[in-house]
């Protein structure tokens, strides 16, 4: 069953969300895939209601979120929700198909083909409406050190070599699986 929810009611809850790590998750070509993120926020532009996250260019999610959607799936039980976190934010689709290994319960997205996952209910349904590389001559130096350093290659889940895709995706539909 999907609870639709205002967005705004549960700002705290997604911000908290992103800070402990949520998952995002894409289909491309049939290929469901899912990637843990701790940077995101959700914010107004264009008097559209946008949540933001950046993705780096080596990621597998970065192919898929050339379909255009992605789907945003908050843990309301951060017990169960940790191994599933740990291993989507170390396993990479390029390898393996993380929604199998981990056993997730896929639902059918509501206005984007991409699904929602019943282990994480909280869901923001996003389409893209903008993506921008992010400029890497105008990041702080000492980001550039601690969080790009160019002897770690690609693959790399944590720190890398490769810079962050801003991705913006308008808020479509809001809803906690239940
Ligand atoms: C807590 C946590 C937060 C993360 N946040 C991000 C993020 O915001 N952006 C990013 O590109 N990678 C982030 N990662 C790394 C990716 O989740 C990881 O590299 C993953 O294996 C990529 O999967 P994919 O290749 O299937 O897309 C995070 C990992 C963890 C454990």
């Not at 997604?14 to 926020?41: A, F, P, R, Y």
């Not at 107004?44 to 799936?73: A, C, D, M, P």
């Not at 895709?165 to 479509?172: L, P």
Request: glycine share 8%; charged share 25%.
């Amino acid at each position: 069953m999907y609870k639709e929810i205002d967005p705004y009611e549960y700002m705290n809850v997604i911000m908290e969300g992103i800070k402990k790590g949520v998952l995002l998750t894409t289909k491309k070509d049939g290929v469901v895939n899912t990637m843990t993120i701790s940077w995101g926020q959700i914010g107004i532009e264009w008097n559209k209601l946008i949540f933001t996250t950046y993705v780096r260019t080596g990621r597998f999610t970065h192919e898929q979120l050339e379909s255009g959607e992605f789907s945003i799936n908050i843990p309301m039980d951060r017990k169960k929700a940790g191994k599933i976190l740990g291993y989507a934010g170390t396993k990479s689709g390029h390898n393996t198909d993380k929604i199998e290994d981990l056993g997730l319960t896929l639902t059918e997205g509501k206005n984007i083909s991409v699904p929602g996952i019943k282990e994480c209910p909280l869901t923001l349904e996003c389409r893209i409406l903008y993506k921008q590389l992010q400029d890497s001559s105008a990041i702080p130096e000492e980001f550039i050190k601690t969080m790009y350093p160019q002897d770690v290659d690609s693959t790399y889940h944590s720190a890398n070599k490769d810079f962050h895709t801003m991705f913006y995706g308008e808020i479509v539909s809001a809803y906690i699986l239940e």
